[in-house]
């Protein structure tokens, strides 16, 4: 049997019963659920009390909420820690893995929306990555491909469609749902680099990124 957690008691400690069980289903069912959760499966979220004290305790974890639309949220991790993490060292994908998803990203998400086809912030697509996008334009053994493609529909980072108007493939699973407003940015001007790096956009965000740098190195 688990015994009490200290970080659940300090944060939680003062909430009546009923407050304290939503705030905990809420913390568990957004940190483990696959997809985004709907709001009317979140009732801690209605009190601002139980609101205010689920996000004490995710930050204490070092997560967020992320709200996804007007009726869906889910958690990710804080840009802080997310930036410790990173700068330590901190990689979950290999090197194979994160250029098929680079590839993925790029026809499914990056080329239509520079078609106008796609929202600037939006994570989710109709346009799937198909496999012979990414056998065909990466340099990726097709053994290798194959199985990086598996293992990241497996982890939820893509999603494999099928059939409709196209022969399917791979679009934007539903992990990428759980980036902040800041991380995604970040992404989405990683796709602009990769996917049209002589556009105006990229010389923007070079040049955006060389003033940032140029200010931390004068601090």
Do not use: C
Not at 12 to 27: C, F, H, N, P, T
Not at 56 to 79: E, K, M, N, P
Not at 140 to 156: F, I, T
Request: proline fraction near 7%; charged fraction near 25%.
């Amino acid at each position: 049997m688990t015994g009490p957690n200290p970080v659940f008691d300090a944060v939680l400690g003062s909430l009546s019963d009923r407050q304290r069980e939503q705030v905990e289903a809420a913390y568990a069912l957004l940190e483990y659920a696959r997809e985004p959760v709907h709001r009317q499966e979140l009732p801690a979220l209605r009190d601002p009390t139980s609101r205010d004290r689920l996000e004490r305790l995710l930050s204490r974890t070092g997560r967020v909420l992320v709200q996804v639309d007007d009726l869906r949220f889910t958690t990710g991790y804080d840009d802080t820690v997310a930036g410790e993490l990173t700068a330590g060292g901190w990689q979950p994908l290999t090197a194979v893995e994160r250029a098929v998803l680079v590839l993925v990203l790029v026809y499914s998400v990056a080329i239509p929306r520079s078609e106008e086809r796609l929202g600037q912030d939006e994570w989710t697509s109709t346009y799937p990555a198909t496999e012979q996008d990414v056998l065909r334009a990466g340099k990726v053994p097709p053994v290798a491909a194959k199985a990086a493609l598996s293992k990241l529909v497996s982890a939820g980072v893509l999603r494999r469609v099928r059939g409709g108007d196209t022969d399917g493939g791979y679009v934007p699973g539903p992990q990428l749902l759980r980036l902040t407003p800041a991380a995604r940015a970040r992404l989405q001007d990683q796709l602009i680099l990769a996917a049209a790096p002589d556009h105006p956009l990229a010389a923007a965000i070079r040049q955006r990124r060389g003033r940032t740098t140029s200010r931390e190195n004068n601090r």
